[in-house]
């Protein structure tokens, strides 16, 4: 069966950087576009970019210039590289792969 795993959450100082994965399986990785959404206490689920089977990014613009999707299709892992991070990008961050999730990773944005 699918199954997507996300990790390299933690705990981080604001202006700190963190990269998280999203080791996937089941499922042919490299024909499949990945979205990385989060949700952070008391809010919706929000997207936060994400990566095309050819490699093209889209980012929301509240991450755009900070946050990274890249992919390793030998690996069967997408990445979340995460700087300057600001402590509104606390949240739970999970990866997607239509239609399945990850169980996500907690990301904590504190000093």
């Known amino acids: 069966q699918v199954q997507l795993v996300e990790s390299g959450g933690g705990l981080v100082q604001p202006g700190g950087s963190l990269r998280l994965s999203c080791a996937a399986s089941?499922?042919?990785?490299?024909?499949?576009?990945i979205g990385w959404y989060r949700q952070a206490p008391g809010k919706e689920r929000e997207w936060v970019g994400r990566?095309?089977?050819?490699?093209?990014?889209l980012y929301a613009a509240s991450v755009q210039g900070r946050f990274t999707i890249s992919r390793d299709n030998v690996k069967n892992t997408a990445y979340l590289q995460m700087n300057s991070l600001k402590p509104e990008d606390t949240a739970v961050y999970y990866c997607?792969?239509?239609?399945?999730w990850g169980e996500g990773t907690l990301v904590t944005v504190s000093s």
């Open positions: 997607n792969i239509s239609p399945y």
């Open positions: 089941g499922l042919i990785f490299s024909y499949s576009a």
């Open positions: 990566i095309s089977s050819g490699g093209s990014t």
